[in-house]
């Protein structure tokens, strides 16, 4: 059993930490948990991740690991006495490897153009395609779970995490928005994944509130539309 | 039995070519299927109606998209021979962190040079060599970014070399007079047969990226 010095380098309100820490809780594996401010970028991130200076960073006996699913797979190969985060079949793998991609490089882009969206036109599309992909990761849910809680089966796995990790946002944006992106018309199946997936013991105590993650966004907002300082 | 893996995919693609070189270093015999990507077929759109894109290898009627998972899925399954990814799990990390590197940068990069003209042809070629330099970092002194094998970083990042004709003769610059180790590796990669005949012909890329430029009406 790997046992060993584990940092995580991250911010509690970021996705891409949150599942570094899913995963850590998944494997029962302690770590000290070195904050990253808002806005700013300390010297030990800027050396252990040189290349795109970006959150999370796991640093295990020194070793920097970057990129949050290449974190979670590494979390998966060390600490192989705990429950497996990747299914065991390659297939099945596949599709999770697959759709996390998805998640990653379709879908959620699309929530940023939600909050990038000037107009009600340019909302309203983007809520539309953001309907739309949720509809297919409803339809990827029914195929990967086979009638079970999660995407890995019985228990939470690499898809639940990759995708899951997004929830908290999709909460604030909902209520910000006043609106329903994860509907029980639509999307039944998600939403009882996602109360289910939030209740989890691996996850109920790394989302923060939805009102402290209002909070945040609302100063990244506020930067993003400041206009630039000479 | 061949028909058990079948490979839809495209002679230029660098994508599907990460793939071929992949089941050439296992040694898995497959069917290869042709795609016309103005005139995509049935079989393509129903194996990966997500992104009605190629490579897709289809494992005993079972499709699996996405160049980097299909080669990961190819090591797996195909365990016993020619490891594509290291097995110690840091090593393994590294591997699919530069991998990754090579997909954010590298083909966007690439199509940036092509599809760019005057200063911002400037910039992207900038960028470009840039990205190269720090993946030459990566690779150090090591005989191939998978150490004395090849391996998965290799194959991610190899089949662009065939496009490197064309990133230069379309942005009027050499690539291996900024980067000669990258050179070096790739044409080290190029005496392997698994990637040699993998590859497509850089002067059949470039001919294939000026048609593709005429059609689309693109100078």
Not at chain 1, 34 to 52: A, D, Q, R, V, Y
Not at chain 1, 75 to 88: A, R
Not at chain 2, 119 to 144: N, R
Request: hydrophobic residues 40%.
């Amino acid at each position: 059993m790997a046992t060993g010095d584990v940092k995580l380098l991250g911010a509690g309100a970021s996705p891409y930490v949150n599942r570094v820490q899913i995963a850590l809780n998944i494997k029962s594996e302690n770590y000290e948990f070195l904050e990253e401010k808002l806005g700013s970028k300390s010297e030990l991130l800027l050396k252990s991740n040189p290349i795109h200076k970006k959150i999370p960073v796991l640093i295990h006996d020194d070793k920097p690991i970057c990129e949050s699913l290449v974190i979670v797979q590494y979390i998966d190969d060390v600490w192989t006495s705990g429950p497996s985060i990747l299914p065991s079949d390659p297939y099945d793998r596949a599709i999770a490897r697959f759709w996390a991609a998805y998640v990653d490089d379709k879908w959620y882009p699309l929530m940023k153009e939600l909050w990038m969206a000037e107009g009600e036109e340019a909302r309203a599309a983007a809520i539309e395609k953001i309907g739309e992909g949720l509809v297919v990761l409803e339809e990827a849910f029914v195929k990967c779970s086979k009638g079970k809680a999660f995407f890995g089966g019985d228990s939470i796995g690499f898809l639940d995490i990759a995708f899951g990790s997004f929830l908290g946002w999709l909460k604030v944006t909902e209520k910000m928005g006043e609106m329903q992106l994860l509907s029980e018309a639509k999307t039944p199946n998600l939403v009882e994944w996602a109360e289910r997936f939030c209740c989890d013991d691996a996850v109920k105590d790394v989302f923060p509130k939805t009102e402290k993650l209002i909070e945040i966004f609302k100063i990244m907002q506020a930067r993003a539309k400041a206009p630039p300082s000479n | 039995m061949a028909h058990e893996v079948v490979l839809s995919d495209t002679r230029m693609s660098m994508f599907g070519m990460r793939v071929r070189i992949a089941l050439a270093e296992k040694g898995i015999e497959y069917e290869y299927k042709e795609e016309d990507l103005a005139n995509k077929s049935p079989l393509l759109l129903k194996m990966n109606p997500v992104y009605k894109k190629i490579p897709v290898l289809i494992h005993n009627g079972k499709p699996i998209c996405e160049s980097l998972i299909i080669v990961q899925y190819i090591d797996e399954v195909w365990k016993d021979k020619v490891p594509l990814l290291p097995s110690d799990p840091y090593q393994r990390s590294q591997a699919r962190f530069w991998a990754d590197y090579v997909d954010k940068k590298i083909y966007d990069g690439g199509n940036r040079i092509l599809l760019t003209k005057g200063e911002e042809q400037e910039a992207a070629k900038k960028d470009f060599i840039e990205c190269l330099k720090v993946l030459e970092g990566a690779l150090g002194d090591k005989t191939y970014f998978g150490g004395d094998k090849l391996g998965f970083v290799d194959i991610a990042l190899i089949p662009f070399y065939s496009w490197f004709y064309a990133y230069e003769t379309c942005g009027n610059f050499s690539i291996e007079a900024e980067c000669p180790k990258l050179i070096s590796w790739a044409k080290r990669c190029m005496e392997k047969e698994s990637v040699s005949k993998s590859l497509a012909h850089p002067h059949k890329v470039n001919d294939y990226i000026l048609q593709l430029k005429k059609k689309y009406g693109v100078e």
